[in-house]
């Protein structure tokens, strides 16, 4: 594949690099290497930092963060989500802060717009006119609107057996939506090998710059608390780029003199689908595929994550920690947060399953602060309903005001 490069891209480009945390080898981000030749995820390497203070939009506010003309950004607002402090939850469970990081709030409802975004201005400045994606849920619809919004073409690969209802709301924004039968682990690496050929950027789920565009759930995080880091960060897990993003992010920050100290950060999962909590437990350095249990927590559901084995690694040199929690525990924390006004799917509602246990096993300490990512809306999985107990009356005109007192 011939690419043609904007005269602002390749200035920028030619001056990022892309780098293995693993085994240290450094590729140009004026090309498109999605992983390092010894098999682990690669990350941004990009000195340059500041903030628009009067931005609100990831690709304004944070735009020194990353190697890309402004033209090569095509935003749909992405960004810009509230942090909700919840006090009676923090109240109960004795800690100074509990607030929640409601990325329900970004256009296709979840934190997966920033990645997309950053994906399309890299694939923009590389001169690609096709792009794609290997998911079922949140990652399909981001990518499938970002294409539409930049006038590019999008491939979107999907499992064999979703169901019809989960495909429109990808298949709304007009991509080519492909529901392959087969083994759903391999198609992360056949459609990079694919892309690669046909000149497609696959931005699957812990490429580059998707994680790249985690960061900046951290800058925001740290921001709206006057710079001041929680002590705890909880991210629910599935490939892992997400949580790398945000440690990144959070590095970013402390190098740039921005704070002065790193949080701790918690993976979090269902215990059903745990790989990395296996991982953990064991003392291994590198996960193991999981048995493809059944979870309410779908979006989360992987049991080979592709960033795993460097998810191990952050944290245990962070001094982090991994926790699961049972379907019983996410459905009763998805039910907390509603009652609080926030409503996640059940994936996103993991993080305060885990908080629960943490607090329990005195991980973390009594007066601490956490930060929670409620990383998606819980209207992206209506069928959890069926897991609440939920009431309504009927009544008729005469018989109203008995019911309104």
Same mark, same amino acid.
Request: include cysteine; glycine fraction near 10%; charged fraction near 20%.
């Given at each position: 594949?011939?690419?043609?490069?904007?005269?602002?891209?390749?200035?920028?480009? /030619? /001056?990022?690099?892309?780098?293995?945390?693993?085994?240290?080898?450094?590729?140009?981000?004026?090309?498109?290497?999605?992983?390092?030749?010894?098999?682990?995820?690669?990350?941004?390497?990009?000195?340059?930092?500041?903030?628009?203070?009067?931005? %609100?939009?990831?690709?304004?506010?944070?735009?020194?963060?990353?190697?890309?003309?402004?033209?090569?950004? %095509?935003?749909?607002?992405?960004?810009?989500?509230?942090?909700?402090?919840?006090?009676?939850?923090?109240? =109960?469970?004795?800690?100074?802060?509990? *607030?929640?990081? $409601?990325?329900?709030?970004?256009?296709?409802?979840?934190? /997966?717009?920033?990645?997309?975004?950053?994906?399309?201005?890299?694939? %923009?400045?590389?001169?690609?006119?096709?792009?794609?994606?290997?998911?079922?849920?949140?990652?399909?619809?981001?990518?499938?609107?970002?294409?539409?919004?930049?006038?590019? =073409?999008?491939?979107?690969?999907?499992?064999? #057996?979703?169901?019809?209802? /989960?495909?429109?709301?990808?298949?709304?924004? @007009?991509?080519?939506?492909?529901?392959?039968?087969?083994?759903?682990?391999?198609?992360?690496?056949?459609?990079?090998?694919?892309?690669?050929?046909?000149?497609?950027?696959?931005? $699957?789920?812990?490429?580059?710059?998707?994680?790249?565009?985690?960061?900046?759930? *951290?800058?925001?995080?740290?921001? =709206?608390?006057?710079?001041?880091?929680?002590?705890?960060?909880?991210?629910?897990?599935?490939?892992?780029?997400?949580?790398?993003?945000?440690? #990144?992010?959070?590095?970013?920050?402390?190098? *740039?003199?921005?704070?002065?100290?790193?949080?701790?950060?918690?993976?979090?999962?269902?215990? #059903?689908?745990?790989?990395?909590?296996?991982?953990?437990?064991?003392?291994?350095?590198?996960? &193991?595929?999981?048995?493809?249990?059944?979870?309410?927590?779908?979006?989360?559901? #992987?049991?080979?994550?592709?960033?795993? $084995?460097?998810?191990?690694?952050?944290?245990?040199?962070?001094?982090?920690?991994?926790?699961?929690?049972?379907?019983?525990?996410?459905?009763?924390?998805?039910?907390?947060?509603?009652?609080? @006004?926030? !409503?996640?799917?059940? *994936?996103?509602?993991?993080?305060?399953?885990?908080?629960?246990?943490?607090?329990?096993?005195?991980?973390?300490? =009594?007066?601490?602060?956490?930060?929670?990512?409620?990383? @998606?809306?819980?209207?992206?999985?209506?069928?959890? !309903?069926?897991?609440?107990?939920?009431?309504? &009356?009927?009544?008729?005109?005469?018989?109203?005001?008995?019911?309104?007192?």
């Amino acid at each position: 594949m011939t690419l043609s490069f904007g005269q602002n891209g390749v200035f920028f480009m /030619k /001056k990022a690099l892309l780098r293995c945390k693993t085994c240290g080898a450094e590729y140009g981000a004026d090309r498109a290497p999605f992983r390092c030749a010894c098999g682990e995820p690669l990350d941004l390497a990009w000195n340059g930092f500041g903030i628009e203070a009067n931005e %609100r939009c990831q690709s304004r506010r944070y735009a020194a963060f990353y190697p890309f003309a402004a033209g090569e950004w %095509r935003s749909l607002g992405e960004g810009g989500t509230p942090l909700v402090k919840l006090e009676t939850l923090a109240k =109960e469970l004795g800690l100074a802060e509990v *607030a929640v990081k $409601n990325e329900s709030a970004n256009p296709t409802w979840s934190f /997966k717009d920033r990645g997309t975004a950053s994906c399309i201005a890299h694939a %923009r400045a590389l001169g690609y006119t096709k792009v794609g994606t290997v998911s079922s849920g949140n990652m399909a619809a981001s990518v499938a609107a970002y294409a539409a919004a930049a006038d590019m =073409e999008a491939f979107v690969l999907v499992k064999g #057996n979703v169901a019809d209802e /989960k495909l429109a709301p990808i298949a709304i924004y @007009g991509p080519h939506l492909l529901r392959v039968a087969g083994p759903y682990y391999e198609l992360y690496g056949e459609s990079l090998r694919l892309g690669a050929e046909r000149g497609i950027y696959f931005m $699957n789920s812990d490429v580059p710059f998707r994680v790249a565009g985690s960061r900046t759930i *951290a800058y925001e995080i740290a921001e =709206e608390r006057g710079f001041r880091v929680p002590d705890w960060v909880i991210v629910p897990t599935s490939a892992g780029g997400n949580l790398r993003g945000i440690v #990144n992010g959070f590095e970013d920050l402390r190098r *740039a003199g921005l704070t002065e100290k790193l949080p701790r950060f918690i993976c979090a999962q269902a215990a #059903n689908i745990s790989p990395i909590a296996a991982a953990f437990a064991a003392g291994a350095a590198r996960i &193991r595929r999981f048995p493809d249990n059944e979870t309410i927590a779908h979006a989360i559901d #992987n049991p080979f994550p592709p960033s795993g $084995n460097r998810v191990l690694a952050e944290l245990r040199r962070l001094g982090g920690a991994v926790l699961t929690a049972s379907e019983g525990e996410i459905v009763r924390a998805q039910a907390d947060l509603a009652r609080c @006004g926030l !409503f996640g799917q059940p *994936a996103s509602c993991v993080p305060l399953a885990v908080l629960r246990r943490a607090r329990a096993d005195g991980i973390v300490a =009594e007066g601490e602060s956490a930060a929670l990512v409620m990383t @998606g809306s819980g209207l992206k999985y209506t069928a959890a !309903f069926a897991a609440h107990r939920l009431e309504w &009356r009927d009544c008729d005109l005469a018989s109203l005001p008995a019911y309104l007192k």
